[in-house]
């Protein structure tokens, strides 16, 4: 087994036996030709696998699913375009109306309003709770549950899920834990490797590095058992593939088959094969940008740290930090980019740090090699209450960074710089 670091930059990919070209090539085609109506026939009767169209399949995304897969740790990967699609797909492949997830709430805000509003009004009830004792996802199993949800570094409040101790809890249930690893990676933590069964990405981010390109992932440990008697739709024949039954036809491929043929089929986001390339492009270097995102972040933590206009700081590669004890189980080799503080004096001077910063960019993204800069309450946590934002651990003064790869004395001065300009 190839390490992360040469996994990153060459899983999945045999080079092209036609052209022998080195990098992956795009595969810029909506359909594939068949060899025979005999042929055709297998292939949409699910009897034999291969291309027939880009919206379900497409060999550049293939790359890019095997190599996240293989980074993962887990059987196979679905590729779709975006993170929220990632995470929406995630739970309609084994939920249906009735049915309820139990969630962290220390979610990405997008993945907040999927859970609280779209779901709901799908009638797939999400509980949301704290997860930062991971006993709360016991509090709402009922028969109806049909997953456990949780990201590796709950975002923005940044803390360390507990992922062991929920899978324990997802698995005396009779239920698979899904873990969104966005905010980490898996150069830095592999949920598979602590008994998640399904890893969720957003490529939009770290994977792709570079700010360019939307996309998702899911991966399957292969590891979960469909046939408990609570996912149907695994077990019984699904008559829009003549009678086919998931679990039985394809075992430990069920979920990820199962969310490519028919959800990807029937309702359609597909990623192009021109950003997977790019994120293919970014991924080469993905182990490289972590280390560096994770020491650059430590150091402006330390920095922050010290500084007399900042009142706290949270990065769980601290060694106070109260996820430290977390980080160092499930981070070990960098707790990445991610930092949040707060500024002295409330909601206005975190308005005039933002808009005095001249090498951070203001806006709502993570994980560009350019170091970032948000403040939630304005942005991308307005659509919560004030109750719910205190709740959820973000005052008006909360600022989060995202610590770029630039070099890290840059950072810090133009932090100290409009710093200074809150006083
Ligand atoms: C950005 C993000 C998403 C959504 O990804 P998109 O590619 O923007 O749709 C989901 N989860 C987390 C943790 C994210 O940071």
Not at 140 to 149: C, E, G, M
Not at 185 to 193: A, G, K, V
């Amino acid at each position: 087994m190839q390490r992360p670091g040469t996994i990153a930059v060459h899983g999945g990919q045999s080079v092209d036996p036609t052209t022998k070209a080195r990098a992956v090539p795009i595969y810029q085609t909506t359909s594939y030709v068949f060899d025979s109506t005999e042929h055709a026939a297998k292939l949409f009767g699910l009897q034999e696998m291969g291309n027939i169209y880009t919206r379900i399949m497409n060999p550049t995304n293939d790359v890019l699913e095997q190599r996240v897969a293989l980074l993962e740790g887990g059987k196979a990967g679905l590729a779709v375009a975006s993170g929220q699609a990632a995470n929406a797909f995630s739970i309609l492949n084994i939920a249906r109306p009735g049915d309820e997830i139990i969630s962290s709430s220390q979610l990405y805000g997008g993945t907040y309003t999927l859970f609280s509003s779209t779901l709901a009004k799908m009638g797939i009830k999400v509980h949301l709770i704290d997860s930062t004792d991971p006993n709360n996802y016991n509090e709402y199993v009922n028969d109806k549950t049909k997953a456990f949800f949780g990201e590796t570094l709950g975002n923005p409040t940044l803390d360390v899920l507990d992922i062991e101790s929920v899978a324990h809890i997802a698995h005396d249930s009779g239920v698979p834990f899904i873990v969104d690893g966005t905010a980490t990676t898996p150069i830095l933590c592999r949920p598979i490797d602590f008994g998640a069964d399904i890893v969720v990405n957003s490529l939009t981010k770290f994977m792709g590095g570079h700010g360019t390109s939307i996309g998702g992932l899911i991966v399957d440990a292969g590891n979960f058992d469909w046939t408990n008697g609570k996912f149907p739709d695994f077990t019984t024949p699904d008559p829009t593939y003549n009678g086919l039954v998931y679990a039985e036809a394809f075992g430990e491929l069920a979920y990820i088959l199962k969310a490519r043929v028919h959800l990807l089929r029937d309702i359609g986001p597909a990623l192009s094969p021109f950003n997977a390339f790019l994120t293919l492009q970014g991924l080469e270097s993905l182990h490289v940008r972590m280390e560096r995102h994770s020491a650059n972040a430590l150091a402006v933590a330390r920095f922050l740290k010290e500084h007399e206009r900042v009142s706290w700081v949270s990065y769980p590669g601290l060694d106070n930090d109260r996820s430290h004890r977390l980080a160092q189980k499930y981070l070990p080799n960098g707790a990445s980019a991610l930092v949040g503080f707060g500024v002295k004096g409330g909601y206005d001077a975190a308005v005039k740090f933002i808009e005095s910063l001249k090498l951070f960019s203001h806006l709502a993204n993570i994980g560009d090699a350019k170091s970032l800069v948000v403040h939630p309450a304005s942005t991308t946590h307005q659509q919560m209450n004030p109750e719910e934002r205190v709740a959820a651990g973000l005052g008006d003064d909360f600022i989060r960074l995202s610590v770029g790869i630039e070099d890290v004395a840059d950072i810090t001065e133009d932090i100290d710089q409009a710093l200074a300009c809150t006083s």
